[in-house]
């Protein structure tokens, strides 16, 4: 496995969903996740995936909502819940990209798994000033689990015929322009990100 590493470096490793394998070239991937935003941590699949049928969230107003509802634009699915710090930290980022990419057929699905529903939800928002993202809610992790999340936050990128082509585990820098770049390559029908660097 180095001589991937080698030759096309830690990134584009990654991209290819190579495993690390010693601690400096994890070291190596931090230090690039954060100088491109994550977007070298986002893991794109060998081919795109289909969700399970029927799968639903609920909106702030408790009426249920399935993925089909939004066939035809790129969805960020984001499984998020306000307890968690690395989630917190990346709201306002997602915030401003769905503000972003909105006109441009992109809209950010943040799925909170938070158990007190709208209210907690609604306050979170209001508290730290977001007012672009819709409540969308998960709270039972229904979803999450159906579609094999493992931990908070993960983050989903569904093309326009609503099939996961890539996936995120981590916080990240939605609005970095090397992720908004992928993300806009993605809505015009090609692949998020490349695999090398």
Known sequence: MLKPLARRGVIGALL?????ATP??????????????GLSRLRQLPEPRSLPEGLSFTDGEGREVRFETFR????VVNFWATWCPP??????ALDRLHALLT??????????????GKAVV???YERTGLAHLGIWLDPRGAAGRAVGVRGLPTTLLLNRSGQEVA??????????????AAIRRLARGGRPTTTGT
């Open 16 to 20: 290819a969903g190579a495993t690390l």
């Open 24 to 37: 400096q070239a994890a070291r190596q991937a931090t230090a690039a996740g954060a100088a491109d935003g």
């Open 72 to 75: 035809g634009r790129v969805l």
């Open 87 to 92: 989630c917190v930290a990346e709201m306002p």
């Open 103 to 116: 006109r441009e057929g992109v809209d950010v699905l943040a799925l909170s798994s938070d158990r007190g």
């Open 122 to 124: 609604q306050a979170f």
């Open 167 to 180: 996936r995120l585990e981590g916080e990240a820098e939605w609005d970095h322009p090397q992720m908004v």
